[in-house]
């Protein structure tokens, strides 16, 4: 089954921290190669821009309405994901913490649409 880890962080620039973010990178390069030898498939995964890059759309009653920023005010926002495809929650939930994050990881099954078609 797929499933997305969704790791939260408090916002970094990681640009003016390039030690930090070099040393960060290598853990995520530990991680995707646990996940290798595990025989857990990495679909994809991305690192994500701060939230201030963020363009946000709400509906307002019929329409939608384009805003600059992030949805809410957080203390943590989320810096990227992985996309893995694990036998069972179990081994979805033993990838989460050997996975680098700030604060949080979220782990979500993703549905198979194909069920539906």
Known sequence: MK????LFEPETDWEARPD????????????SAWLKERGIAEVGGEALRGPSTATTLRKVGDEMVVTDGPFAELK???GGFYIIDA???DEAIEAARRCPT????????????TDFT
């Open 3 to 6: 499933y997305m880890l969704m």
């Open 20 to 31: 930090d973010l070099a040393a960060n990178l290598a853990e995520h390069d530990v991680f």
């Open 76 to 78: 943590e926002h989320l």
């Open 87 to 89: 036998k069972d929650l």
């Open 102 to 113: 700030g604060t949080v990881t979220e782990i979500r099954p993703l549905w198979d649409m």
